[in-house]
């Protein structure tokens, strides 16, 4: 079974520019999660897709981050512009949903983004 | 708030030693807890986990048990191996609403073990 699948990734631009990732979840995943993980941190999450629909944002900075998930499969992470403070791994990470408790998360390999 | 400490690292033992990490949690309900482990370049794994207190999460030699009275889920292995090298996340689980739970992360502690 394929896992989650990201890119790019590495990315490195210069502040104020503008960047996008993309993630591709396990087939038949309805949860889509995008993570922030600063070096040192743990991975703090950004937001939570059920299908195409959003679960929970509070923790995006809605003023330069946008996250999107049309069809309810793969999804993009945007930040525009972007800040110094930005420089990251983004985690994409997905998982089943329903059942009576949790459901398993499982991680695709990150998006390192240094920002200069 | 849903909150996880964890033992700050880097932690560098000798092949064959012992292991702790020590990780505590607030709480709020009854949260399942886990053991996350991230090797060199690669994503993050589910190590092990445990739903209830008194559960026993064990994985590749690695333990942790639910203690309620102490709200802490430490992780222990009786004898490392250079394989083993990585950083090491606790987490708990909030319920989000709609159905969905959510991870809180602790910080991580990085291990380096020597031959």
């Known amino acids: 079974e394929a896992g989650v699948a990201q890119s790019p990734r590495y990315k490195i631009i210069e502040k104020r520019q503008s960047v996008a990732f993309w993630c591709n979840p396990i087939s038949g995943h309805a949860t889509l999660y995008w993570y922030q993980q600063i070096l040192g941190q743990g991975p703090k999450l950004l937001i939570q897709f059920q299908n195409n629909g959003v679960v929970d944002d509070s923790q995006l900075p809605k003023d330069r981050f946008s996250a999107e998930r049309l069809k309810g499969v793969d999804s993009t992470l945007k930040i525009q512009p972007a800040k110094l403070e930005d420089s990251a791994v983004y985690l994409c990470?997905?998982?089943?949903?329903?059942?009576?408790?949790?459901?398993?998360?499982?991680f695709g390999p990150g998006t390192r983004l240094t920002v200069l | 708030g849903n909150s996880v400490t964890q033992m700050e690292g880097p932690v560098t033992l000798s092949e064959e030693a012992f292991l702790t990490i020590n990780c505590t949690y607030t709480a709020t309900g009854y949260p399942s807890l886990f053991w996350y482990v991230q090797y060199p370049g690669e994503g993050l794994q589910l190590l092990l986990k445990a739903t209830k207190a008194d559960d026993k999460g064990s994985n590749k030699g690695f333990e942790a048990t639910y203690r309620k009275e102490t709200t802490s889920f430490h992780l222990e292995k009786g004898s490392v191996q250079v394989s083993d090298s990585a950083v090491y996340f606790c987490a708990r689980i909030a319920y989000s609403g709609a159905g969905s739970y959510q991870l809180t992360f602790g910080k991580g502690t990085k291990l380096s073990v020597i031959p």
């Open positions: 990470a997905s998982s089943t949903s329903g059942g009576a408790g949790y459901n398993e998360q499982f």
